[in-house]
């Protein structure tokens, strides 16, 4: 078993989430997937997004960072 994190934090400024984004992308260097190649992997990412469904509208991404493979 490996411990994991999930965040899904909502902003006003957009500012502070990138600030969030910035310190994550520091951590990735230790983080890991898990099953690589397999059916079931899941890929260890963060990811800036902004969120339109207090408008009706969908997720736009900014950024995603995903774990490099071995």
Not at 20 to 25: A, D, I, N
Not at 30 to 57: M, P, Q, R, T, W
Request: hydrophobic share 40%.
């Amino acid at each position: 078993m490996k411990p994991r994190v999930r965040l899904d934090l909502f902003f006003t400024d957009e500012a502070d989430a990138r600030s969030l984004m910035e310190f994550t992308k520091g951590l990735l260097e230790k983080a890991v997937s898990v099953n690589e190649g397999e059916i079931n992997e899941e890929i260890a990412f963060c990811e800036l997004e902004l969120c339109g469904h207090d408008e009706g509208l969908p997720c736009q991404i900014l950024e995603r960072v995903e774990v490099k493979t071995a």
